[in-house]
C-alpha cells in the first residue's frame, strides 16, 4: 500500500490553482476514490492544447462531453467535430441513475442534472447553422491547394483570380469560377483580353483545373461555397452565463475528404487572421475539439505536419485550444504531441506486439510516478477512468493521476430528429445563415455580357457559332473524366491546415 496521505498532499498541492479552473474528477490510489484530490486544471492553461486518447468504448466521448461542460459553465464557447454523431445530447438535461449516483456518491460532488447552450452547424445541408464561404474569401493560394492544383495550375489560378478582380467580376461561388475559366477559353472576346493582358492559358492545365472543380462539386462542395458567409466571431457566444457549445456534425467526413478538408482550411485560417493577439488573458477565447483526429494525420506528409506543428504553436496566442480526440497517442505526431499540455489517457488494450509497443510509447510520455505502474495500470483503467497529466499556472507538467472522473450532466445520448428541429427552428444564428443570396456575381455579368454578344452578331455568323464544336469547357464538364476524381482520405482530409499562413484574411 502507497503513503495515502502524501499522495494526499502531493496531489493537493500540485493540482491546485489560484485562478479560475475546470475539474475533472478525483485521484485514485490502489483502486480508491481519494475524495479529497480534486484534479483541477487552471483556465490560463487550456490554449496550450490537448490529447484524449483511448481505445474504443472507454469513455472519450463522455469525457469530451464533461470537458466541453466545464467549459460552458465558465463561459468559454467550444467548436465540437462530431464525426461520429453522438455528441448532440449535451443540448438537454441528463437523468439521474443508480451508476451516476454512486459516482458522484465517490466523488462527494453533487450532480447537477443541466442542459447547455448548443448551435447545431452543418457543411453538408443537414438541419443547422449553414457554413458558407465565398471563392473570393478563399483566394488562389487557398483554393489550389483544396483543389490539389501543382504549381503551374496554381499560377493559372493566380492570374484568373487577378483578371476578375481588374474586371470588377465577383467570384461568389464554384459557378462563377467556372463561367470565367469557360470566358476566357471559348469566347474570342475573353481568350484575347486575357492573352494580351496577363498571358495565355494552357489548355491541358485549364482541363486540369476543372477536372478538380468538378469532383469539389460531387462532394457537395456547391453549397459550401456562397453567402452569407460564416463570421467566425460567431463562434464565441454566450448564453445565460454559459459559453456556447457548437456542434459541427461532420458524419460523412469519410465519403467526402475533399469537403471536410475544404471547411478546415477555411475555418483554421478565418480564425487565426480574424482573431486578435491575446497574450495572456486568464483563459482561452475558444476551443476546438477534433474527433477521430487520425484522420487528418494518417499518412501526412512531411511538409504537412510541419505546418500543423506550426499552427498548433502559434494559434494559442489568439486565444484558441486545441485538442485532439484519438484512440492512441501514437497517432499524433510527435512534433505535435510536445505541443499538447493536457493529456487524459483512457484504458490502451495490449493484444498485440503492436498494441504493446503503443503502449510502451504512451507511458514514456507521462512523468515518472511513485504510485503506479503505469504500463500495467493503462491496460486495467476502467469506463470513466483515465491518466491525467497537464500543465500548472507555472506551466510546470503536474504529476501523472489515475483519475475518477466526473459523469456529463447532460444527456449522454443524441437529440431526437423532433429535437434538432426544434433546436434549430429557434436558433438566430440558424435563421442568419438559412436562406443563401444570389448576387449579380461572375456568372451573371458574363452570361449577359457573352447574351448581348451574341444578339449583336449577324444571323450568318451565329449560325456558324452554332455548328461550332463545343469549347474544351463543355467538353470537359461532359467528359468521364471531368465526373470522376481519384482521391484518398489520408492525402485530402489532412489539408486543413496548409496555406494557412500569409493568406490574408476574409475581404468583408
Known amino acids: 500500500m502507497h503513503n495515502k496521505i502524501k499522495f494526499i498532499e502531493e496531489l493537493s498541492a500540485r493540482y491546485s490553482t489560484k485562478g479560475s479552473f475546470i475539474t475533472l474528477g478525483k485521484g485514485m490510489l490502489d483502486g480508491e476514490v481519494i475524495a479529497e484530490t480534486d484534479i483541477r486544471i487552471p483556465l490560463k492553461t487550456l490554449n496550450r492544447h490537448g490529447l484524449i486518447a483511448g481505445a474504443t468504448g472507454t469513455g472519450k466521448t463522455k469525457t469530451l462531453q464533461v470537458f466541453a461542460e466545464q467549459l460552458s ?27 451516476i449516483s454512486d459516482r458522484y456518491a465517490k466523488t462527494k460532488l453533487p450532480y447537477q442534472p443541466q442542459s447547455f447552450p448548443v448551435e447545431l452547424m452543418s ?3 443537414e438541419k443547422g447553422v449553414k457554413l458558407r464561404a465565398t471563392v473570393t474569401e478563399f483566394g488562389p493560394l487557398l483554393l489550389s491547394k483544396i483543389l490539389d492544383l501543382n504549381d503551374t495550375q496554381t499560377s493559372i489560378m493566380s492570374i484568373v483570380f487577378k483578371y476578375c478582380d481588374d474586371k470588377g467580376l465577383p467570384l461568389i461561388d464554384l459557378d462563377d469560377l467556372k463561367k470565367v475559366l469557360q470566358y476566357v477559353t471559348d469566347n474570342s472576346q475573353g481568350k ?8 495565355s ?7 486540369a483545373i476543372l477536372r478538380s472543380i468538378v469532383a469539389l462539386e460531387q462532394q457537395g462542395a456547391a453549397q459550401l461555397f456562397g453567402e452569407p458567409s460564416f463570421d467566425v466571431m460567431d463562434l464565441l457566444h454566450m448564453r ?7 456542434i459541427l456534425r461532420v458524419a460523412n467526413i469519410q465519403s467526402q475528404p475533399q469537403l471536410f478538408s475544404t471547411f478546415m482550411l477555411s475555418l483554421f485560417a478565418e480564425i487565426y487572421m480574424t482573431f486578435p493577439e491575446e497574450g495572456d488573458s486568464g483563459k482561452p477565447k475558444l476551443v476546438l475539439f477534433i474527433d477521430e483526429a487520425h484522420l487528418i494525420f494518417k499518412e501526412a506528409s512531411k511538409t504537412l505536419l510541419s505546418q500543423i506543428e506550426t499552427m498548433v504553436k502559434l494559434i494559442r496566442s489568439k486565444g484558441v485550444g486545441i485538442y485532439f480526440i484519438t484512440q492512441i497517442p501514437g497517432d499524433v505526431p510527435e512534433n505535435v504531441l510536445s505541443q ?12 498485440t506486439a503492436k498494441d504493446r509497443k503503443e503502449i510502451t510509447k504512451a507511458v514514456e510520455n507521462y512523468p515518472v510516478t511513485e504510485y503506479y505502474n503505469a504500463s500495467e495500470l493503462i491496460q486495467n483503467l476502467g469506463i470513466g477512468e483515465a491518466f491525467i497529466t497537464a500543465l500548472d499556472e507555472k506551466g510546470i507538467p503536474t504529476p501523472l493521476v489515475h483519475t475518477f472522473l466526473i459523469s456529463p450532466e447532460s444527456r449522454m445520448d443524441v437529440l431526437s430528429d423532433a429535437e434538432v428541429a426544434e433546436l434549430t427552428n429557434k436558433s438566430a444564428l440558424v435563421a442568419k445563415y438559412e436562406q443563401s443570396l444570389n448576387k449579380d456575381s461572375a ?16 444571323p450568318t455568323l ?5 455548328k461550332e464544336e463545343p469549347g474544351m469547357f463543355e467538353s470537359v464538364m461532359k467528359s468521364r473524366a471531368g465526373r470522376t476524381f481519384a482521391n484518398t482520405l489520408a492525402r485530402e482530409g489532412a489539408k486543413f491546415v496548409l496555406g494557412m499562413f500569409g493568406l490574408g484574411g476574409r475581404k468583408r
Do not use: C, W
Open 73 to 99: 459553465h465558465q463561459g468559454i464557447p467550444s467548436l465540437v467535430l462530431d464525426i461520429k454523431g453522438d455528441f448532440s445530447g449535451i443540448a438537454e438535461a441528463g437523468a439521474e441513475s443508480s451508476m
Open 123 to 125: 457543411i453538408s445541408g
Open 192 to 199: 484575347a483580353d486575357l492573352a494580351n493582358n496577363y498571358g
Open 201 to 207: 492559358i494552357a489548355p491541358a492545365s485549364l482541363g
Open 240 to 246: 445565460d452565463g454559459k459559453g456556447v457549445v457548437n
Open 340 to 351: 499538447l499540455g493536457l493529456k487524459i489517457q483512457h484504458a490502451l488494450r495490449g493484444f
Open 443 to 458: 456568372y451573371e455579368m458574363l452570361t449577359n455580357r457573352m447574351e448581348q454578344a451574341v444578339q449583336k452578331a449577324e
Open 462 to 466: 451565329r449560325k456558324k457559332e452554332v
